[in-house]
């Protein structure tokens, strides 16, 4: 059987565990944050480049289908 000592040992371990858990799970969050925005800006990028591409074909003359 476990003793008092044995047992605060354990809790102890438990706890800074649950700590270093917890600063992991913040420098997660952050990183998820910053590739959201990551994303977030990639996309709009993405949508204006898109938009570009899209007035310059409307700039390309239409094809003449009775030509061969």
Partial sequence: MATLHDLAQR???LLLRHEELE???KL???QVA???GDRDSLK???AAARAR???L???LPADDK???
Avoid: V
């Fill in 11 to 13: 809790i102890d371990r």
């Fill in 23 to 25: 600063r992991t799970n």
């Fill in 28 to 30: 997660l969050l952050e």
């Fill in 34 to 36: 910053q590739l959201s």
């Fill in 44 to 46: 709009s990028r993405l």
């Fill in 53 to 55: 591409i899209d007035a």
């Fill in 57 to 59: 074909l409307e700039r």
């Fill in 66 to 68: 009775e030509s061969p």
